[in-house]
């Protein structure tokens, strides 16, 4: 059984985005409520830390730092139309990002073996100079170079499952060979990025990997394509640690996409990954909450992402799903970059 760490506290509903807006409060409280109950051998809670400036500016600029920080104590203010924020929200981005790095400090120290951050507001779409997509700072981004720089890694692995393309942490390390950013989502849309053919620039080329899915695919693409494509590629690059941004609006039910993953499928995912976390970064894994809106479908694929983290369904064998033309066209741009093994 393994040891999962979790971030979960009722101060991350304190960013109120405005009347309406589907990344809201209750998307903690449905899962405050739910973790009341819920029980699981090896969990373990931890309170997160506010990140420090220093530590956002691992890869944002200080001038949106000071934006964002302007905001704070305003009862209402706007990035763009869809991020909004309000008098806590700077604080409560601050803690997101905390509670992430409260996770990799215990994995890198061994209290844990893995974690998952249920954190609000998300932050995969902010750029190193612009909050956009509901997002303020890039949490997963500044894990990743936290982890390089406090700890001495090297290879970093962060899989972006979430219905959007997440334009900020492709872009924090387009050029870069040391961090591999992979991400599934629907395409075209937003942001606009995300095409199989953007796939990093100069020594980084070949280190962004864009696995884009038209609207109505479910687990039946998503689930090969890890398996055929994203499982030979991420131990090819043999990483040090898996960071997995969790978005869960690829799910049926959400109201913002028009992906049909199940609870089943990111199971299946998670396996996938934490099988390379456990054959390639000594099981090092830590998943953060990036979208996901419908409160039941992000609630029961949370719940079914951390019973795979207790690691005793490793082994177990994936669903099985007939392939689907889309592999073909994937492989093919994938090709040019890595060696994957011939389609089954």
């Known amino acids: 059984m393994l040891q999962t760490g979790i971030v979960l506290d009722a101060r991350y509903q304190d960013h109120n985005p405005g009347p309406g ?40 600029d200080t001038s949106l730092i000071g934006q964002v920080a302007a905001s704070a104590g305003l009862e209402a203010a706007a990035f763009d139309a ?56 890039n949490s997963v ?66 280190y962004t990997v864009n696995l884009p899915l038209s609207a109505g695919w479910g687990d039946a693409a998503i689930v090969p394509l890890f398996e055929e494509v994203i499982d030979p590629i991420c131990r090819q690059f043999q990483p040090e640690f898996v960071l997995i941004s969790a978005g869960f609006d690829a799910h049926a039910r959400d109201p913002l996409g028009g992906l049909t993953v199940t609870a089943e499928g990111f199971t299946a995912l998670a396996r996938i990954l934490l099988r390379v976390a456990r054959d390639q970064a000594q099981g090092r894994c830590v998943a953060l909450l990036e979208g996901g809106y419908d409160l039941e479908g992000l609630e029961t694929s949370v719940i079914h992402v951390l019973d795979e983290m207790a690691g005793g369904r490793l082994d177990h064998p994936l669903p099985a799903y007939e392939r689907q033309g889309l592999l073909t066209n994937v492989r093919a741009v994938q090709q040019r970059h890595w060696e994957l093994p011939a389609a089954g």
């Open 141 to 206: 981004a500044v894990g990743a170079q936290y982890l390089r720089e406090r700890f001495g890694l090297s290879r970093i692995l962060v899989m972006d499952w979430d219905l959007h393309h997440g334009n900020g942490t492709q872009h924090s390390f387009y050029d870069d060979p040391g961090v591999l950013y992979l991400s599934t989502h629907q395409y075209p849309y937003y942001p606009g990025t995300g095409a199989a053919e953007e796939a990093g620039q100069g020594s980084g080329e070949g």
């Open 21 to 60: 807006h589907p990344e809201r409060a209750e998307r903690i409280g449905t899962l405050l409520s739910r973790f009341a109950s819920y029980e699981r051998d090896g969990l373990k809670r931890f309170e997160p830390r506010r990140a420090t400036h220093e530590e956002i500016a691992l890869v944002h």
């Open 82 to 137: 869809d991020t909004r924020v309000s008098a806590q929200s700077y604080e409560t981005a601050l803690l997101a990002t905390g509670g992430l790095l409260t996770l990799l400090d215990a994995v890198m120290e061994g209290e844990v073996d893995n974690g998952f951050a249920l954190v609000r507001p998300p932050g995969h779409h902010a750029e190193r100079n612009r909050a956009m997509g509901f997002c303020l700072f």
